[in-house]
């Protein structure tokens, strides 16, 4: 951990981070209503107002562009006690993943679930009661629960060290999500120019408490983080349907399979207390990670991911890195990077080979490993994943 300023705290080298994230940093750090100081994770690197990686405490303020628009994104993962020999087609497993889950940018289910029509109904039932609409953003995000969308993320079946099988899942709150944060992005930085507030980027633009339009967005991000949560949930319970069918021969020992589930956000805001105050905690890309704590942080595509449990570590605002984070841009990779580049870093995984993913390879992302030496006061590692089956939509 090093001490940039009194304001802002970096849990990895100063000078490893992009000139352009350092800036993001110093200017995030400077915002009024910042609480102690920002605590900055070791995936970080530049985003949308601040850096991805950010961890935000704040007082009597939030800033919509520092959760983003994928209000919720997070990961799930379920430990099973199978072993590799038991899933006997790989390829097979991945086909039928593919079928039973809508996956890319604007693809939704053609109908409900009976598990998705119970989950949608309470999140009918959470906006009705907290006063959130929904559908004045997306009418059709019924039919957008259990629907992995595009990007980095991704479905996969894992083993760990010990030989167990993993269902592992990336994903959050879909198109719903997205309209809901950018909205509120534009809602603060029309209020910040009516307020003649002079900001050092406008996508740091803030709702003050004192505005109704601040408990209007509380309303609306916290019924997407929860879509964000139940998606997953319904995604993993598909994934476990097709596992059934494939080791089984037929559903219906998805709790046979299920030794462990967790379930865990990396993009959302919550009221905490730390340092003697309750405040608001904005991760932009981080994990909680209180003491005893479970939750999964990824590599990239091809290489490792971590089982931990925080550590609760107080100058971390009790927080932990989200994953791998890029190295280099969708475009740049692609020019970095060819198919014979691809095939190569997934030998030996069965995933979907297409041209659409080669800005996903994982040499556009960090050292998932060097991340983890760098989180070392922040969570303890339990088990350490590497996939066999990938699979991602366009």
């Known amino acids: ?22 800036g993001q940093i110093l200017n995030t750090a400077r915002m ?8 900055v994770m070791p995936d970080c690197h530049y985003g949308k107002g601040a850096t991805v990686g950010t961890v935000l405490p704040t007082d009597g303020a939030v800033i919509p562009a520092t959760v983003g628009v994928d209000i919720g994104c997070g990961m799930i993962a379920v430990r099973t006690p199978l072993t590799r020999p038991d899933i006997t087609d790989a390829a ?16 939704n289910n053609a109908k409900l679930t009976d598990t998705a029509s119970a989950r949608v109904q309470e999140l009918e039932d959470l906006a009705k009661r907290d006063r959130a609409n929904p559908d004045q953003y997306d009418k059709n995000w019924r039919l957008a629960l259990g629907t992995l969308g595009g990007g980095n993320h991704f479905i996969e079946l894992a083993e760990d060290t010990q030989g167990s099988v993993w269902v592992t899942l990336h994903s959050g709150s879909r198109g719903v999500g997205n309209k809901i944060g950018n909205h ?20 740091l633009a803030y709702l003050p408490e004192s505005h ?30 097709e596992v059934s069918d494939a080791v089984y021969g037929e559903d219906g020992h998805q709790a046979d399979l299920e030794l462990q589930r967790i379930n865990c956000h990396h993009n959302f805001t919550q009221k ?11 991760r932009k890309g981080a994990i909680q990670a ?7 942080i990824p590599g990239s595509m091809g290489t490792r991911s971590y089982i931990v449990v925080g550590k609760q570590n107080e100058m971390s605002f009790h927080s932990a890195p989200h994953g791998a984070g890029r190295r280099y841009s969708r475009t740049k990779a692609r020019s970095l990077f060819n198919m014979g580049d691809l095939r190569k870093a997934m030998a030996g995984i069965e995933f979907r080979d297409s041209k659409v993913l080669l800005d996903e390879i994982p040499g556009a992302y960090k050292d998932i490993d060097e991340v983890m ?8 590692v339990k088990y350490v994943l590497k996939q066999f089956v990938n699979v991602k939509g366009d």
């Open 212 to 241: 109704p339009a601040f408990d209007a967005y509380l309303r609306e991000l916290n019924w997407a983080q929860q879509f964000a949560f139940q998606n997953r949930n319904e995604m993993m319970d598909r994934v476990l349907a």
């Open 184 to 203: 509120y992005i534009k809602v603060a930085q029309d209020l910040c120019k009516k307020m003649h507030v002079a900001l050092p980027d406008r996508d």
């Open 290 to 296: 209180r003491e005893g704590m479970w939750a999964m």
């Open 272 to 282: 905490e207390h730390h340092f003697g105050r309750n405040v608001w905690v904005t």
């Open 92 to 107: 097979k497993v991945r086909a039928g993943i593919e079928r039973r889950i809508p996956m890319s940018a604007g693809k």
């Open 1 to 22: 951990m090093k001490h940039v300023n009194d304001k802002a705290v970096v849990f990895l080298p100063w000078e490893s981070i992009e000139p352009e994230a350092q």
């Open 32 to 39: 009024p209503f910042v609480f102690k100081h920002v605590a």
């Open 373 to 380: 030496e760098h989180a070392k006061d922040l969570v303890d």
